[in-house]
């Protein structure tokens, strides 16, 4: 699928607008429950999960503060193998609890280097929510706390998900076909 063009795709509609808002209103209930009103602070890791982060923030009943990560792992529709750092946090996150939030996990690696390196700083507790879970791809094992979807192995676009850096701004998510 690596060759698709970005620009002349095929999709199908996977969660519309209103099945995403949804959900993420019951996450954001769970996530807010397991608080029990203690400040949280939640990493979005950029660029996939910012309209995740911005509606998942508005549902937490508990002090929340951000900050952003950048990761970079993909090229067209395959996952490089190589995660690297493209733009590091701006805050300390020693002794606080922290929810990093992801658009999707796919192999693992990404999220396997994050969490690790994230560790080593020293929060008080470390957990993973992902809008997107595809559990057939995993290739490194990753525990996802909270998750809003299981997906099978396919690639999908929108609602900040990309191909190729195209189709961010889709409000829902959905299935890329090759054409
Ligand atoms: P992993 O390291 O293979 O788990 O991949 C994680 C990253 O790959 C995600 O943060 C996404 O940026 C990207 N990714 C994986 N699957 C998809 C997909 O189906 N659509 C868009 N991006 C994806």
């Given at each position: 699928m690596s060759s698709i063009d970005p620009e002349k795709i095929k999709f199908k509609t996977l969660y519309s607008a209103e099945d995403i808002q949804k959900r993420i209103e019951t996450l954001g209930a769970e996530i807010s429950k397991d608080l029990q009103g203690e400040p949280v602070m939640f990493i979005s890791?950029?660029?996939?999960a910012i309209m995740f982060t911005a509606d998942l923030m508005r549902s937490i009943k508990a002090p929340v503060t951000l900050d952003f990560i950048g990761v970079a792992s993909y090229q067209g529709t395959t996952s490089t193998g190589t995660v690297r750092i493209t733009n590091d946090l701006s805050t300390d996150i020693r002794g606080k609890n922290v929810i990093v939030l992801e658009d999707i996990v796919d192999t693992g690696r990404t999220l396997d280097y994050l969490l690790r390196m994230l560790k080593q700083r020293n929060p008080k507790t470390l957990k993973l929510c992902a809008l997107?879970?595809?559990?057939?791809?995993?290739?490194i094992p990753v525990q996802?706390?909270?998750?809003g979807f299981e997906i099978s192995n396919q690639f999908v676009i929108g609602y900040g998900l990309d191909l190729d850096q195209r189709?961010?701004?889709?409000?829902f998510i959905a299935q890329v076909y090759e054409t």
């Open positions: 890791v950029l660029k996939g997107l879970n595809k559990p057939a791809a995993r290739e996802v706390d909270y998750c189709w961010r701004e889709l409000p």
